[in-house]
């Protein structure tokens, strides 16, 4: 079946550009999360989704930095006038229901994105 | 939050079994240990979770101590296709339990 999906695959930005990621995550999860992973690091928590509601964006490492889920189904994860520090990769997780005890994350395989 | 410490990387023989160990001295009574891996290029999978009791699934076992202070993934038959990096995670019970991932183990397999 479907997993989860994430576009693009690879992004090049050039320092001061703006960028928008996107996450498709299985139809029908309730829990969605966004994560950055520097290199040859673990997963970084950003931002947690329940539906269209935003939970907890304390992750974000700056203002520049906003996810939105309008829809309950589709997220975007957007970043204004990139810098070099934000070269990362950016994972998003779903969930069937709230919450992570019971139930397993599923992952899609990341966005790349490499500021020059 | 909870931390995990791990190896920062190990080695296997194919066909071999894995014992990949974790200390979580910290852990509360109501965290749970979670075991995820990456395969190179992918995004984290699930791999197997338990509380106090040892717990077995398709995919591997999960060796628990009794004081709950460390636990071990065990990999029963290794092959080229487990050679990931494989994180230990305390996640909290209630709420939607925000984890922390840390670097985790870089299992290489041996053919």
């Known amino acids: 079946g479907a997993g989860v999906s994430q576009s693009p695959r690879y992004k090049v930005a050039k320092r001061g550009q703006d960028v928008a990621l996107r996450c498709d995550p299985i139809?029908?999860?309730?829990?969605l999360f966004w994560y950055q992973q520097a290199l040859g690091q673990g997963p970084e928590f950003l931002t947690y989704?329940?539906?269209?509601?935003?939970?907890?964006k304390s992750g974000l490492p700056s203002d520049r930095f906003f996810a939105e889920r309008p829809e309950g189904s589709v997220s975007t994860l957007k970043i204004q006038r990139t810098q070099q520090e934000d070269s990362a990769v950016y994972l998003c997780?779903?969930?069937?229901?709230?919450?992570?005890?019971?139930?397993?994350?599923?992952f899609g395989p990341g966005t790349r994105l490499t500021v020059l | 939050d909870a931390k995990t410490t791990q190896p920062n990387s190990m080695e296997s023989n194919e066909e071999e079994p894995v014992h990949l160990p974790c200390n979580h001295s910290?852990?509360?009574?109501?965290?749970?240990i979670h075991w995820y891996r990456q395969l190179p290029s992918q995004g984290p999978e699930y791999v197997i979770h338990?509380?106090?009791s040892n717990v077995n699934n398709r995919m591997a076992s999960l060796a628990i101590a009794e004081d709950r202070k460390s636990s071990t993934l065990i990999l029963h038959r290794a092959t080229l296709r487990d050679a990931a990096v494989y994180y230990c995670?305390?996640?909290?019970?209630?709420?939607?339990?925000?984890?922390?991932f840390g670097t985790g183990t870089k299992l290489q397999v041996i053919p």
């Open positions: 995670i305390l996640v909290e019970s209630g709420g939607y339990q925000k984890v922390t």
């Open positions: 997780a779903s969930r069937i229901e709230g919450g992570w005890l019971t139930d397993t994350q599923y």
């Open positions: 910290t852990i509360s009574g109501t965290d749970y």
């Open positions: 338990g509380l106090t």
């Open positions: 139809s029908g999860h309730v829990s």
């Open positions: 989704f329940q539906n269209e509601a935003q939970l907890d």
